[in-house]
């Protein structure tokens, strides 16, 4: 969360449901006022409908409170897209035009923009079946045993009868909304440098809290090179 992304929302003069969805961007903000939550979690944050939540952002980026760039995968497909609150950053007053397809990543900072929004072993109709979804589960199981190393601490893979962990299930949910393995990964790093240190931030280097769905895209957003 970015104090000062806050403190300029709330005197941005708009409406009480405009306002609402951009404190909620600036909520999610990194230091470079920048964020990509999905529409349904700033829908579930903000208690509104999709809908609803569509038609304030359109009419925040009217208004000049952001500007809004999708992200599109390899294969054409969108991702979430890309929020920069006009607060005089460098990054606003930069930010590349992501709308427009490129044939090699558009990165800021370490941050590659044009990830995939599915994971490869998903199919266009957005299912899973047979080796796409074992493939899917070992990269997930490789993201939890990365962590596990990394932290020193033993989160299990498989249940005694074989079936994925919780661990392993958070993992997986958020590879199936599109997120990379690399992104995976690179939260892992970033939160173990910021929490590796505190005695009382270490407890909750754990799948449950990294990957939790409404908290794994502001940890992401904080990979972001300022």
């Not at 932290?151 to 249940?159: E, G, N, S, W």
Request: aromatic share 8%; proline share 6%; net charge positive.
């Amino acid at each position: 969360m970015s104090i000062k992304a806050m403190e300029w929302a709330w005197q941005q003069p708009v409406k009480s449901g405009l306002k609402l969805v951009l404190l909620a961007l600036a909520d999610y903000a990194n230091a470079q006022d920048a964020c990509w939550p999905a529409i349904e979690t700033l829908a579930h944050k903000c208690g509104m409908g999709r809908t609803t939540v569509l038609r304030h952002l359109e009419q925040l980026e009217e208004s000049g409170c952001l500007r809004r760039h999708p992200r599109w995968s390899a294969p054409g497909m969108r991702g979430t897209d890309f929020y920069v609150l006009q607060i005089g950053s460098k990054l606003a007053e930069s930010a590349p035009n992501l709308a427009k397809s490129a044939p090699n990543p558009l990165q800021i900072g370490t941050l590659n923009l044009y990830e995939p929004s599915v994971e490869p072993s998903m199919n266009p109709s957005g299912t899973t079946a047979g080796a796409d979804v074992v493939h899917l589960r070992q990269t997930a199981q490789e993201i939890v045993q990365f962590l596990s190393q990394r932290v020193k601490r033993d989160f299990p893979i498989q249940t005694p009868t074989g079936a994925p962990t919780t661990h392993v299930e958070l993992v997986m949910a958020r590879l199936r909304e599109g997120y990379s393995a690399h992104q995976c990964r690179m939260m892992i790093v970033r939160k173990i440098r910021d929490w590796g240190e505190q005695e009382k931030m270490r407890r909750f280097l754990r799948p449950i809290t990294l990957f939790n769905k409404e908290k794994f895209e502001t940890y992401l957003a904080e990979c972001v090179v300022e």
